[in-house]
């Protein structure tokens, strides 16, 4: 079987209530992941 490598598609984006940005991203596959960013700490570089 040939590596199977996540592509992370962005599904959107929530504001957590830290205020942080909460974002949403999967892969075809299924795979699913949730990445937070401390916005006081500077913008998320993927924007
Ligand atoms: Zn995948």
Excluded: F, N
Excluded at 25 to 45: I, M, N, Q
């Amino acid at each position: 079987m040939s590596m199977h490598v996540h592509v992370r598609l962005t599904d959107g984006y929530a504001v957590t209530e830290d205020g942080q940005l909460l974002e949403h991203s999967s892969c075809h596959c299924g795979a699913s992941w949730e990445k937070t960013y401390r916005v006081d700490e500077g913008k998320p570089e993927s924007i």
